[in-house]
T-cell receptor, first 113, second 115 residues
Framework: QKEVEQDPGPLSVPEGAIVSLNCTYS??????FMWYRQYSRKGPELLMY????GNKEDGRFTAQVDKSSKYISLFIRDSQPSDSATYLC?????????????FGRGTQLTVWP | DTGVSQDPRHKITKRGQNVTFRCDPI?????LYWYRQTLGQGPEFLTY????????KSRLLSDRFSAERPKGSFSTLEIQRTEQGDSAMYLC?????????????FGPGTRLTVL
């Protein structure tokens, strides 16, 4: 079993739709939970991070973490064509001073006008 | 531009040749990371430096791979005797070691194609 599972999609939605992206993980040592966005031929950029169960909101984006179920989600409200990208979940374990991040394979999202 | 920079952006080489990539982190970031990303997959950790010390290496980093960070500034990743399986995007990231949360800022990557 992989440490991180993420449905690769592709996911295609109309502009204005609510998008739900999800990842499951198996490593109980994961302590920080992140979502990165990656446009084609670019490096990933951090969207949101959290370290506790519950919801965290930032504009149109909401990150949700359920540690008991080892499940994290990213919701995008009022989706825009500019949101079209690959979304990667990422995790850092309790020994975060070691630095490595564990990524999902990414979900490819297309928002059409 | 004060972000992470990588050079070259693209590299095409023949199997068996050696290649070297360079990464310049964000100024004052003392942590530097290398990841590899293949098509349709997320980035996979290769190695990590704090200042000039290489603190962790993934088992993905075979003996054909070597990374250095002299003087704790820029870093180089060298692949010797390249194989077709080395074709991938090589990503560099940096972070400020002082924070408890390890936010990593990524560069644009170097895309390697081995023919």
């Amino acid at each position: 079993q992989k440490e991180v599972e993420q449905d690769p999609g592709p996911l295609s939605v109309p502009e204005g739709a609510i998008v739900s992206l999800n990842c499951t993980y198996s490593n109980s040592a994961f302590q920080y939970f992140m979502w990165y966005r990656q446009y084609s031929r670019k490096g990933p950029e951090l969207l949101m991070y959290t370290y506790s169960s519950g919801n965290k909101e930032d504009g149109r984006f909401t990150a949700q973490v359920d540690k008991s179920s080892k499940y994290i989600s990213l919701f995008i409200r009022d989706s825009q064509p500019s949101d079209s990208a690959t979304y990667l979940c990422a995790f850092s374990d309790r020994g975060s001073t070691l630095g490595r991040l564990y990524f999902g394979r990414g979900t490819q999202l297309t928002v059409w006008p | 531009d004060t972000g992470v920079s990588q050079d070259p952006r693209h590299k095409i080489t023949k199997r068996g040749q050696n290649v070297t990539f360079r990464c310049d982190p964000i100024s004052e970031h003392n942590r530097l990371y290398w990841y590899r990303q293949t098509l349709g997959q997320g980035p996979e950790f290769l190695t990590y430096f704090q200042n000039e010390a290489q603190l962790e290496k993934s088992r993905l980093l075979s003996d054909r791979f070597s990374a250095e960070r002299p003087k704790g500034s820029f870093s180089t990743l060298e692949i010797q005797r390249t194989e077709q399986g080395d074709s991938a995007m090589y990503l560099c990231a940096s972070s400020h070691g002082g924070s408890s949360y390890n936010e990593q800022f990524f560069g644009p990557g170097t895309r390697l194609t081995v023919l």
